[in-house]
């Protein structure tokens, strides 16, 4: 959450939309992703001078190009280390990192790590389509074990990363899930992580069709995604499925997915609560076909922000010090004269 002094003029999806051509696959999901950051942006009552799009390497990475905004096209994973410095430098602006799951979680898997934890007042959208779309299809940290590509001919034997589960490990204090097609489900989580102090992070389950296409098609086909996605509202029992019959519910510590009746009510099906820790990672480990997918916010707390303590810092080292001298500065410590040769 950014707090600006200057009020911004009325804005419109249009004013966020660059004369640049979009360079993605046509039917590429980042096409949906990138249409509901533009239809948010006005809501959210920032001057366009005052938001900044960081990005790293990668179809995602492209991002900053179609935002009319300030932007940095940056390097490889390295984005959350550039936009912690903007935003240490200028708190005031809104931050956002635009990174997949290759560039995020690879290579940038350690500054990914590290942004969460320092909980800098940040905006993280990571494009997960679990493949490398922009070298041409070699396998992802996401990508499912025994996945067959260009760089796994005969199948995948790692074991994928989860990024809601990394993002928790790291003790993100705004952690999430969406989906690029489900547009008025990704605009609410996008109003969320803007409304959050601290780092935000969104994963955005997103479509490669072209080579990795169908690999959310259980969560976004008509006939079959009320049975498979888990939408995550905070207070309500986490109920799906079409007839909306379906539950979790605990099975000693494990989850379990139980349909009601025979025994089973709603009161045994488990409550959603978004400052739970133990049940946000309980949620961020159900996978398909055993589970449906989780939707929403996993984890929402306070906690004091990187640039806000930064910012305190400073201004209380500023009031201890003397105006300063610098011939004194220069003339501390340990000094020698060289004699003239």
């Known amino acids: 959450m950014t707090t600006l002094s200057n009020a911004a003029p009325a804005l419109n999806r249009k004013d966020f939309i660059t004369d ?3 360079r993605w696959c046509p039917g590429c999901g980042d096409y949906s992703i990138l249409a509901q950051v533009q239809k948010v942006m006005p809501e959210l009552g920032y001057a366009r001078e005052n938001i900044v799009f960081v990005s790293g390497i990668g179809c995602s990475s492209r991002f900053p190009y179609y935002m009319n905004t300030y932007g940095f096209h940056s390097i490889h994973g ?37 942004v969460l934890r320092r909980n800098v007042d940040i905006n993280i959208l990571m494009f997960n389509n679990r493949i490398y779309g922009l070298t041409k299809g070699q396998y992802s940290p996401t990508s499912e ?22 993002a928790l490990g790291a003790e993100g204090t705004f952690v999430a899930r969406s989906v690029d097609v489900e547009a008025k489900h990704l605009q609410e989580m996008i109003r969320r992580a803007d409304e959050h102090r601290g780092t935000s992070f969104i994963e955005i389950l997103q479509n490669c069709n072209i080579f990795n296409d169908g690999a959310f098609a259980n969560i976004t086909d008509k006939d079959g995604k009320a049975d498979n ?113």
């Open 20 to 22: 640049q051509d979009v």
């Open 78 to 114: 390295r984005a959350p280390a550039i936009a912690t410095g903007l935003k240490a430098t200028r708190p005031e602006l809104s931050v956002w990192v635009v990174t997949g799951d290759g560039d995020g979680l690879s290579i940038g898997g350690n500054h990914f790590l590290h």
């Open 145 to 166: 074990r025994g996945k067959v590509t260009k760089s796994t001919p005969v199948g995948s034997i790692d074991y994928p990363l989860h990024p809601i589960s990394v």
């Open 229 to 341: 996605q888990l939408l995550l509202e905070h207070g309500r029992p986490l109920l799906f499925g079409k007839n909306h019959d379906k539950g979790i519910r605990m099975a000693g510590h494990k989850l379990e997915v139980v349909t009601l009746g025979n025994g089973v009510d709603e009161s045994q099906i488990l409550v959603h609560d978004e400052t739970d820790d133990a049940l946000a990672f309980l949620l961020s480990t159900m996978q398909p076909p055993a589970f449906p997918t989780p939707l929403g916010v996993f984890r929402a707390v306070e906690r004091e922000a990187y640039d806000t303590a930064l910012q305190h810092q400073v201004e209380h080292a500023k009031q201890r010090a003397d105006a300063g001298d610098l011939d004194e500065l220069f003339g501390r410590g340990d000094t020698w004269e060289v004699p003239p040769s």
